[in-house]
């Protein structure tokens, strides 16, 4: 998704949501907030709800209406409420930009974007930067590692981090021989540089290099070329019905390898398809998901999950798949710092409130930690200053505004649930990069 993930991972999620045709839109809020006189504030969700790349507005709703929820709760931002309107950039860029044109245009009291993926980022983001409009992106290439620009806010680790972490888990394995297996579309390919640029930093053997187009009928050719090259381990991201076809045709000729999937495939409509192919059993013991993040047990992440199920109505069903989720985690958090920051700043324009979002996520001597928005608007009328500890952990920007962490090696139950297996330190992603 990092336009992620463009990954065709899923359009079967788009029958599980409201779907935004291009340049239109869903406005929704809560109505679980205390009224105010004043009107309501708008954040904009801009990604694709249909197309390739339709799961990753599944995600992203998974994220932004939990946080609206939470925040309009807590009696909304400055007096107004929050609400949310969705924008269809079908994962076309020629589409995108026409409809994020179109919303800036058309929206009275727009607050700030979540969204603008690896497919559109590299068109809507200097756009929204232009207009001087607050953006938490989602986009994973290594042209954001040190953005000049202003607005841009990045809420998860590059997409080459991914593919690092993935290639020192494999390591760890003590596995030498590695597959790589991706889909040709944008998405799928975001973490495919990191994976192969970790596996020659570890001096492990890269044996087959294979593209799946999408949505073939069979793969059986490339399923044969990867098993002829008897690989370890193999490392992979596509939507899900190529992902159910490829392995499924594996399953049949008796040779699955265990699988690593990037955090592209820890989504319904990648891992249902691919557990009913291949079989529970056997998904269980194969496949393992490397994720960003690694959220513990707090008052940010029970908020998280009170707000999914609060708005489980506008996500993808069922529900409790997004409560590991690192993306929608990643979402949430972006929509309660900026609602933070204009706490604090006591301004909801984004060209007053973005110089805000490091004073309220950064660490600090006499800073209080605040893990929902209901506490920290209490601990900055109060005339603290906080630190946001957010549902995927301390949301650390640097100066390039990139927040990145940890990653994470896990099981999935077979409702989602994430078992962590092991750690994979932001330092040994760095040192191994």
Not at 45 to 62: H, L, R
Not at 118 to 129: A, D, W
Not at 378 to 405: E, R, T, W
Request: hydrophobic share 40%; charged share 15%.
């Amino acid at each position: 998704m990092r336009a992620k993930r463009s990954a065709a991972v899923g359009l079967a999620l788009a029958a599980g949501i409201g779907l935004a045709a291009c340049g239109t839109s869903n406005v929704s809020s809560t109505g679980t907030g205390s009224s105010s006189a004043k009107g309501p504030i708008v954040e904009g969700a801009v990604i694709a709800y249909t197309g390739t790349n339709a799961f990753e507005g599944g995600v992203t709703d998974s994220g932004v209406y939990p946080a609206m929820y939470e925040i309009n709760k807590a009696g909304g931002i400055l007096g107004h409420q929050l609400n949310i309107e969705t924008v269809d950039t079908r994962g076309d860029p020629a589409d995108a930009l026409p409809a994020a044109q179109k919303l800036l245009a058309t929206t009275s009291n727009l607050v700030g974007i979540t969204g603008a993926g690896t497919t559109s980022g590299p068109t809507l983001i200097p756009l929204f930067n232009s207009n001087k409009m607050v953006v938490m992106s989602s986009a994973g290439e290594a042209r954001y590692d040190r953005s000049a620009y202003q607005y841009f806010w990045r809420l998860v680790p590059p997409d080459p981090a991914n593919g690092e972490a993935m290639a020192l888990w494999a390591q760890k394995h003590g596995f030498t021989r590695i597959a790589a297996v991706f889909g040709t579309d944008s998405g799928s390919q975001g973490d495919l540089p990191g994976v192969l640029q970790g596996i020659s930093k570890i001096h492990a053997k890269l044996v087959a290099n294979v593209s799946l187009t999408p949505d073939q009928p069979s793969y059986r050719p490339e399923v044969e070329q990867v098993l002829a090259a008897h690989p370890q381990v193999i490392m992979t991201e596509s939507d899900g019905a190529t992902a159910a076809t490829f392995f499924g045709e594996m399953k049949q000729l008796g040779q699955l390898v265990p699988i690593y999937g990037t955090q592209g495939t820890v989504t319904n409509s990648w891992l249902n398809p691919v557990r009913g192919a291949i079989g529970a059993s056997n998904f269980q013991k194969y496949y393992t998901a490397i994720v960003g993040g690694t959220p513990k047990p707090s008052p940010a992440l029970q908020a998280f999950v009170q707000g999914v199920k609060a708005e489980s109505s506008k996500v993808p069903s069922p529900a409790s798949q997004w409560f590991g989720n690192p993306y929608a985690q990643a979402f949430y958090d972006g929509v309660i710092v900026q609602a933070l920051a204009m706490q604090a700043a006591k301004s909801t324009s984004p060209s007053v409130y973005n110089n805000y979002i490091m004073k309220v996520t950064a660490p600090g001597p006499g800073k209080e930690k605040v893990y929902t928005f209901a506490q920290g608007k209490a601990a900055l009328a109060a005339g603290k200053q906080i630190q946001y500890m957010g549902a995927s952990g301390p949301v650390l920007f640097d100066k390039y505004h990139n927040s990145f962490g940890n990653e994470a090696a896990e099981s999935l139950s077979a409702n989602g649930t994430p078992t962590v297996l092991g750690i994979i330190t932001e330092r040994a992603i760095e040192k191994l990069g």
